[in-house]
């Protein structure tokens, strides 16, 4: 199976934080947990390149989706027919960077566009965003996932039942992020809602 791209701890880290069990059986839970934590936090950790198209907003400022910025490769604007665009190049002096932080949990990259390219409709980008290498709290974030994610796996299933008025009870039936305590490091992390 090995381990996605995404994965923000190794099989090594899980065993030296004393998780056991076959090497499938830890990468299966470093993927599912990095996964989970990529989900709730709404955006891509691991530094990445992205092409992505802005509708224009009059303002001549596009929060970019993916941080922290680390470059700006293109600003572009989009013309011409749907289905058959055209692309124009905005020189480096027509538009300037903002939040260019890499140190900063949850402050997206701000694009300033010039003035006399206010009218235009949409905008692609191309920049590069996210961590080198996973920042310490978000691994120790998803170690502490896999091992709820581990224990929940063996204590799931019916954990009590009444016959008199029927009732069942269900283990470890919540959702894991809040379950697992690590919701209140991942809000650092997560993309403000507009």
């Given amino acids: 199976m ?6 923000f701890v190794t099989v090594n ?26 989900k709730y936090i709404g955006r891509s950790i691991k530094s990445a390149t992205y092409v992505e198209e802005y509708d224009g907003n009059h303002t001549g400022m596009i929060a970019l989706k993916n941080y922290p910025l680390t470059a700006v490769t293109s600003v572009e604007t989009i013309t011409g027919e749907i289905g058959d665009p055209d692309y124009d190049a905005l ?3 027509e538009y300037s960077l903002l939040n260019k932080d890499t140190n900063s949990y949850s402050q997206p990259g701000i694009i300033r ?4 390219y206010l009218g235009h409709d ?14 310490e709290d978000l ?6 996932l896999c091992g709820f994610l581990s224990g929940s796996a063996k204590s799931s299933g019916v954990k009590s039942e009444t016959l008199g008025e029927y009732s069942i009870t269900y283990g470890n039936t919540g959702d894991p ?9 991942l809000d650092l992390y997560r993309t403000p809602s507009v």
């Fill in 177 to 185: 992020i809040t379950s697992s305590g690590i919701k209140f490091v």
């Fill in 13 to 38: 880290d899980l065993t030296d934080a004393g998780l056991t069990g076959e090497t499938a059986y830890l990468e299966a839970l470093i993927n599912r947990a990095s996964s989970l934590i990529e």
């Fill in 113 to 116: 566009i010039a003035r006399r």
């Fill in 91 to 93: 020189d480096s002096d």
């Fill in 139 to 144: 691994k120790m974030a998803c170690i502490d």
């Fill in 2 to 7: 090995g381990l996605n791209a995404n994965a």
């Fill in 122 to 135: 949409r905008y692609r980008i191309t920049y590069t965003a996210g961590y080198a290498t996973v920042p």
